[in-house]
């Protein structure tokens, strides 16, 4: 009676073992997506930020390109961590975001004026003069591309039915160095003093 237990046991182990080979890789072909950020995009974020600062490239846009490097290390470190406290995700994102870019802006200390004159004696909330720094908003406007841009990829892998090798990364570099570019020109045209 106890080798026919063993013998039950033995083959109930041997089955789990073969639905799960086998499950796996099949279930593989049913996942939507994936996430897309990965060292990949990171390294590319942060080379494509260390040449701006080189060619001389304007505070914002270099703001454009440290915060998608900040967005993409947090979303690539929070994907390789198990889930342990709710919005942990979002914690390790903002976290790295604010690591990286806070410390940053009291060197980056380019400054716009924006009066604001609605109503109210001068030093009013409605009545001021605000300071943006620019490498901060910058910084805002790259972290959204790098949080759009894996979406974007998606995209265009469902509409052209296949996706080519490194499509996401190429998307979301493409993506920042465009809008960084975009924004060094209208700024030196629009700030120019």
Same mark, same amino acid.
């Given at each position: 009676?106890?080798?026919?237990?063993?013998?039950?046991?033995?083959?109930?182990?041997?089955?789990?073992?073969?639905?799960?080979?086998?499950?796996?890789? /099949?279930?593989?072909?049913?996942?939507?997506?994936?996430?897309?950020?990965?060292?990949?995009?990171?390294?590319?974020?942060?080379?494509?930020?260390?040449?701006?600062?080189?060619?001389?490239? +304007?505070?914002?846009?270099?703001?454009?390109?440290?915060?998608?490097?900040? /967005?993409?290390?947090?979303?690539?470190?929070?994907?390789?961590?198990?889930?342990?406290?709710? /919005?942990?995700?979002? =914690?390790?994102?903002?976290?790295?975001?604010?690591?990286?870019?806070?410390?940053?802006?009291?060197?980056?200390? !380019?400054?716009?004026?924006?009066?604001?004159?609605?109503? $109210? !004696?001068?030093?009013?909330?409605?009545?001021?003069?605000?300071?943006? +720094?620019?490498?901060?908003?910058?910084?805002?406007? $790259?972290?959204?591309?790098?949080?759009?841009?894996?979406?974007?990829?998606?995209?265009?892998?469902?509409?052209?039915?296949?996706?080519?090798?490194?499509?996401?990364?190429?998307?979301?570099?493409?993506?920042? =160095?465009?809008?960084?570019? /975009?924004?060094?020109?209208?700024?030196?045209?629009?700030?120019? +003093?």
């Amino acid at each position: 009676m106890i080798k026919i237990n063993m013998l039950q046991s033995i083959v109930k182990i041997k089955k789990s073992k073969v639905r799960k080979a086998v499950s796996i890789p /099949f279930s593989l072909f049913f996942i939507e997506r994936v996430e897309a950020h990965c060292p990949l995009c990171t390294t590319g974020a942060a080379i494509v930020a260390g040449t701006a600062a080189m060619l001389g490239i +304007n505070q914002m846009s270099m703001g454009v390109l440290v915060g998608a490097f900040a /967005f993409s290390t947090g979303s690539w470190f929070s994907n390789m961590l198990k889930e342990y406290i709710p /919005f942990q995700r979002l =914690i390790v994102i903002f976290s790295s975001f604010s690591l990286t870019v806070f410390p940053l802006t009291t060197i980056m200390s !380019d400054f716009y004026p924006i009066y604001i004159h609605l109503f $109210g !004696d001068y030093g009013s909330i409605l009545n001021r003069t605000y300071l943006i +720094n620019l490498f901060f908003i910058g910084s805002i406007i $790259g972290a959204i591309i790098a949080y759009i841009a894996p979406e974007i990829s998606w995209k265009i892998t469902l509409k052209r039915k296949k996706s080519i090798k490194h499509q996401g990364v190429i998307v979301t570099l493409t993506f920042i =160095i465009l809008i960084s570019l /975009f924004i060094h020109v209208l700024s030196s045209i629009l700030l120019k +003093n």
